[in-house]
């Protein structure tokens, strides 16, 4: 039987990246879209180009990299956000316009302060303008979840006239039940027909995101757009890796309709989102959390001894998550780490492959036992571990219980080797304070965590800080990954504020606005 194919559409880069303190500097976009490539995505919806200059630029670096999946960059139905998306896609091999405007009537009222009808005058405008930047243009209906059928039915004949190729339903404050999100699917699939895809986008403010949206598609959607680990803003989105296994794994109710996803390539983007954005999904997070395999009690490890399907109903396998093996140690070679990296999914140039076995070899120096999760941390720092304008040399503490709190930190800076030493209320503020003072950027810490990365008492530190270093812009995220902890919060604090640089405006044109 032929099936329909059903298109993922991952907005972890716009949507996923409105989440509270997910926000990414250019060089990590790249490296996530690059990823979502790998994965089969078919759209991967790359930014919102009016925010701000930044993530203008971003969508124009990915166009140029991305040319199996079709980048997609979204736009309010206003002249200039579409003009922007357009230009902002003018490198793609693939594009899409996404423009959107609510139609539900506590939003027209109260935030458009709009009437129906100059709602459905300005959608018309909205494609027809994105139509003259390329064919291939979706349209939103924003909180159609709490719209009304037949102004939804209405502004849709109108956009499909007008040229829109893709209808998009969100759900966009996750208020629909699965079965009623089913029902209004099914009657506006029977209305639109053939005219163009039916997409949604479901939020999962009562936890219903994958289970609406894999009611939408039993029901006729063929688009659906989702997050890495379900991103997204508020509770997020529907989780990409949570839609893909349920329609395999019970791809006898889902008979008809198939995904191009690589689902082996989902382990890996799980955990290279989670590096780069600094949140970790929950242990008990279905597919991709660190439990989501691990069987505890004795009665089940019992039972999947004896056949695996006792227990599971998914193989680890089939998500690229293999055993968290002891792999390697300090007298492995080259080729094993080469082998083993292969095997995690990980394809280096020889540059960053000799750079990559340097530091694994640092590490074994002084950890013994070296797991898949150490080596894929080494690799997604290094990953993320781009251009900087500060680069940590060295460091030195003084300990605390001898007396005042002291740092000695060492940077490099165009080409200069600076070295200056603090004092705080802790070893941690000495620290940052004493970077503050080399860099002349003063940062406010917004949140500090620190998790080791495998297990061993001398497992990897990860730490993850959130630090603000303009009260008029939001907080960036900095990581830092090294046995010693506090080496881990400096490397952390300054990876904080080359984000923070990077993502300043060269030049400032466009004016920034307020996220949608
Ligand atoms: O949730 C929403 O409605 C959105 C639209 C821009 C599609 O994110
Ligand atoms: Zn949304």
Do not use: W
């Amino acid at each position: 039987m032929m099936k329909d194919r059903v298109y993922i559409f991952d907005t972890t880069l716009r949507d996923g990246e409105q989440s509270p303190g997910a926000s990414m500097n250019t060089e990590e976009k790249i490296k996530i879209a690059m990823q979502l490539q790998k994965l089969g995505v078919d759209i991967i919806e790359a930014g919102f180009a009016a925010a701000s200059p930044g993530d203008f630029d971003a969508i124009r670096r990915i166009c140029e990299v991305v040319d199996k999946s079709r980048v997609c960059s979204l736009a309010r139905a206003v002249e200039k956000d579409i003009v922007l998306a357009g230009e902002s896609l003018e490198g793609a091999a693939l594009k899409r316009i996404h423009t959107f405007i609510a139609t539900s009537p506590i939003h027209m009222e109260h935030k458009l302060k709009m009437k129906p009808d100059e709602v459905v005058k300005r959608a018309v405008e909205a494609v027809k303008l994105a139509r003259t930047f390329t064919d291939d243009v979706e349209f939103s209906c924003e909180d159609a979840g709490r719209s009304e059928m037949p102004f939804l039915k209405e502004i849709l004949d109108a956009v499909i006239e007008a040229g829109a190729t893709t209808l998009n339903i969100p759900d966009t404050v996750g208020y629909r039940l699965p079965q009623e999100m089913g029902e209004m699917i099914k009657e506006l699939s029977l209305h639109v027909g053939e005219r163009a895809i039916i997409s949604v986008h479901c939020h999962n403010d009562l936890g219903l995101a994958v289970a609406n949206s894999l009611f939408s598609v039993m029901n006729g959607a063929r688009q659906v757009e989702c997050t890495i680990n379900g991103l997204g803003e508020r509770a997020g989105n529907a989780a990409l890796e949570e839609i893909v296994m349920a329609m395999k794994t019970r791809s006898d109710i889902f008979s008809n309709v198939e995904t191009a996803i690589i689902t082996k390539e989902i382990y890996p983007t799980s955990r290279l989102v989670a590096a780069i954005t600094g949140i970790e999904p929950q242990p008990n997070k279905a597919i991709v959390g660190k439990n989501a395999f691990a069987h505890e009690s004795g009665i089940h490890q019992d039972g999947m001894l004896k056949c695996q399907e006792t227990y599971e109903i998914m193989r680890a396998e089939d998500i690229g998550l293999e055993q968290n093996r002891l792999v390697l140690g300090k007298h492995s070679g080259r080729h094993a780490f080469k082998d083993r990296l292969e095997a995690l999914g990980f394809e280096l140039s020889q540059e960053d492959l000799d750079k990559a076995f340097e530091r694994f070899k640092k590490l074994a120096d002084k950890k013994k036992e070296i797991f898949d999760d150490d080596i894929r941390m080494l690799i997604a720092s290094e990953i993320t571990n781009i251009p900087q304008a500060f680069e940590l040399v060295g460091l030195q503490i003084a300990d605390c219980s001898a007396g005042v709190p002291s740092a000695a930190v060492t940077i490099r800076h165009n080409g200069e080797t600076i070295t200056d030493a603090g004092i705080g209320d802790g070893t941690i503020d000495a620290i940052f304070k004493t970077i503050d003072r080399i860099s002349g950027h003063v940062g406010v810490l917004k949140d500090y965590r620190v998790e080791a990365v495998s297990q061993g008492k001398d497992a990897l530190a990860k730490v993850v800080v959130n630090v603000q270093f303009d009260e008029n812009r939001g907080a960036v995220i900095g990581h830092g990954l090294s046995i010693d902890t506090m080496l881990a919060s400096a490397k952390a604090y300054i990876g904080a504020l080359n984000s923070y640089l990077s993502m300043l405006p060269s030049e400032c044109s466009i004016d920034s606005c307020e996220g949608v």
